[in-house]
């Protein structure tokens, strides 16, 4: 009877390809002969990686149509063992359900000190997840799939998620801080490219007047982990003493290099996410018919009037609190539920998604009677545009009334740059915008740009969604997108109003580029003036074609919202 060992080389080979990653160790130990094959075997392992973390598992790949060089590493110069080594120790890593264990102790580090090799190994799984993300094809979910399953673990949300000095701030007995400033930037990159859901779902709004106001008695904050530090990313995304000339106002270092401060990031998110779901849950809620509607809609007024904060005019929109939600029935709690959750952000609720090179899918618009689709007017700038900026895009900002913004930066008593100001509970204004956006030029990059791609100029408008009214919300844009020296790439807005610059953004885009994510980054007032106001703000693309425009309101849901059937997955 012949043996597996009797087999030949090629027989092997494409035995070994169907063999799982963490099994191929175990073989290895099997016989001499089997060990030396499967550490030799190049091509083995380069199809092991690319099977599991690429998506290329349906391809047809030969040894001989390869360089040795391709065969033996990836573009980082790692031999592809190796990079399946480490990624079956980050696995195990995160699967296991020991704390001792996370992060685990390098074995090729045993003269170092304990200290040293856990920072290295928590480090060592963080940008081993944050390459495996941001390398995602964008026409597989198969590293989307894969790290999804490793961070939905509450534990592992705790342990690698929650590293950055924020979440150390709100419970410091419950989220230990990273121990050095890089292992507290790669949390915080880790967390944005995940996404902004990070707990279970959210009680329907009758059941608390405000989620940040939490009975702590009982409650996981590993569960719950948004509702216990936004008001911490809040007091700094409105600490005017952050915006400086040395960071541009936006989401960068303070030295001037550009690079993303990611833990301003993770603040931005974090805001943007848990008014993104309030409004979400509070604004698309099913009103109930019958006997129930007049009653309702009279409390839901009362509540609206009673709780709308008065926005100084200097704010970039004027307010409109959301209202306090009318009682509601189990069942309708969990129609609510469905309904909402269809027609969610996806891009930024469902864990990395959206972050892949290229991962944008084009939405189809219009779909009413007269709905007519702009023609192309820079067919040749569109194609020289690496960026992707021609077409239909949304934005939300957020703001605090000018009232509680100056009266938390310079009502009280001075405090030293480095101490932290005390979170805010105050609530803020939410704005949904509609943007359509042209390139009108397209350039060079110049001396403090990176040099991958051009300088791409646009113009375009910018609409309320739901407010038609707001002179703030609508107005003409104009911006510039480019690469920084770092590799990020930055865009830059500015709102006019009657033909004035007024409100000027800067973000960072996540993910690769033409990322289905889009951008994270601040608004502040073009001047740069240092009482403000300034705040949040994200925006991305939704389809690469515009409307006509035409006097009628927009669907917002159907519009700015892919739904669950229009959504491919891909990223």
């Known amino acids: 009877?012949?043996?597996?060992?009797?087999?030949?080389?090629?027989?092997?080979?494409?035995?070994?390809?169907?063999?799982?990653?963490?099994?191929?160790?175990?073989?290895?130990?099997?016989?001499?002969?089997?060990?030396?094959?499967i550490a030799n075997d190049e091509f083995l392992w380069k199809l092991q990686y690319e099977a599991r973390f690429n998506g290329l598992q349906e391809q047809v790949l030969t040894s001989s149509s390869m360089k040795q060089d391709d065969l033996e590493h990836r573009d980082d110069g790692t031999s592809y063992r190796d990079r399946v080594t480490s990624m079956v120790r980050m696995e195990k890593c995160l699967e296991s359900s020991s704390e001792d264990e996370k992060p685990i102790r390098d074995p090729n580090a045993l003269t170092s000190s304990f200290e040293t090799s856990q920072n290295a190994h928590l480090e060592q799984v963080?940008?081993?997840?944050?390459?495996?993300?941001?390398?995602?094809?964008?026409?597989?979910?198969?590293?989307?799939?894969?790290?999804?399953?490793?961070?939905?673990?509450?534990?592992?949300?705790?342990?690698?998620?929650?590293?950055?000095?924020?979440?150390?701030l709100a419970k410091p007995s419950i989220w230990s801080i990273g121990p050095t400033e890089d292992l507290r930037q790669l949390s915080a990159q880790l967390h944005v490219l995940c996404g902004m859901d990070l707990e279970s779902a959210w009680p329907p709004p009758d059941e608390m007047a405000c989620p940040?106001?939490?009975?702590?008695?009982?409650?996981?904050?590993?569960?719950?982990?948004?509702?216990?530090?936004?008001?911490?990313?809040?007091?700094?995304?409105?600490?005017?003493?952050?915006?400086t000339d040395g960071n541009m106002w936006g989401p960068f270092m303070n030295d001037g290099s550009q690079?993303?401060?990611?833990?301003?990031?993770?603040?931005?998110?974090?805001?943007?996410?848990?008014?993104?779901?309030i409004f979400m849950e509070r604004n698309l809620r099913p009103r109930p018919r019958g006997p129930l509607a007049a009653s309702s809609s009279s409390s839901d007024a009362s509540s609206s009037s009673s709780t709308s904060p008065q926005i100084s005019t200097s704010q970039?929109?004027?307010?409109?609190?959301?209202?306090?939600?009318?009682?509601a029935t189990s069942s309708a709690r969990s129609r609510f539920r469905?309904?909402?959750?269809?027609?969610?952000?996806?891009?930024?609720?469902?864990?990395?998604?959206?972050i892949a090179k290229g991962s944008f899918v084009s939405q189809p618009l219009g779909g009413e009677e007269g709905d007519k689709i702009a023609p192309i007017l820079h067919p040749d700038l569109d194609a020289l545009d690496p960026y992707g900026v021609t077409g239909t895009w949304t934005r939300i900002v957020c703001f605090l009334d000018y009232n509680d913004l100056y009266s938390f930066n310079f009502e009280s008593e001075d405090i030293p740059l480095t101490q932290e100001r005390d979170p805010i509970t105050t609530r803020e204004a939410f704005r949904l915008i509609r943007l359509q956006l042209r390139v009108t030029a397209v350039e060079e990059p110049g001396e403090d740009d990176g040099k991958?791609?051009?300088?791409?100029h646009f113009q375009g408008s910018s609409k309320s969604t739901f407010m038609a009214w707001d002179p703030n919300a609508n107005s003409r844009i104009r911006g510039t997108v480019r690469q920084t020296p770092s590799g990020a790439i930055r865009w830059t807005t500015f709102s006019i109003f009657h033909g004035e610059e007024r409100w000027r953004s800067e973000g960072v885009q996540i993910g690769g580029l033409r990322s289905g994510r889009g951008v994270l980054g601040n608004w502040f007032d073009k001047d740069?003036?240092?009482h403000g106001p300034a705040g949040p703000t994200a925006f991305w693309k939704v389809s690469d074609d515009i409307l006509e425009d035409k006097p009628r309101s927009f669907d917002l849901i159907h519009i700015f919202f892919p739904t669950q059937d229009n959504h491919t997955g891909q990223g």
């Open 1 to 37: 009877m012949a043996q597996l060992y009797d087999q030949s080389p090629e027989i092997l080979h494409n035995i070994f390809v169907n063999v799982e990653s963490t099994d191929l160790a175990n073989l290895s130990r099997t016989c001499k002969h089997f060990s030396q094959f």
């Open 126 to 168: 963080l940008k081993q997840s944050i390459d495996l993300a941001l390398n995602s094809p964008a026409a597989s979910t198969r590293n989307q799939d894969f790290l999804t399953g490793l961070y939905r673990n509450a534990m592992n949300t705790c342990m690698f998620l929650c590293r950055s000095s924020i979440f150390a």
């Open 212 to 243: 940040h106001v939490l009975d702590e008695q009982g409650v996981n904050p590993n569960l719950f982990p948004l509702r216990f530090v936004h008001p911490y990313a809040r007091s700094r995304v409105y600490d005017l003493r952050r915006y």
């Open 259 to 277: 690079r993303v401060d990611w833990e301003k990031v993770q603040a931005i998110m974090i805001v943007l996410a848990f008014n993104l779901r």
């Open 316 to 327: 970039p929109a004027s307010s409109s609190s959301s209202s306090s939600a009318t009682p």
């Open 338 to 354: 469905t309904s909402t959750t269809k027609h969610s952000a996806q891009l930024w609720d469902e864990p990395f998604q959206g």
């Open 452 to 456: 991958d791609f051009p300088v791409v």
């Open 528 to 530: 740069y003036d240092i």
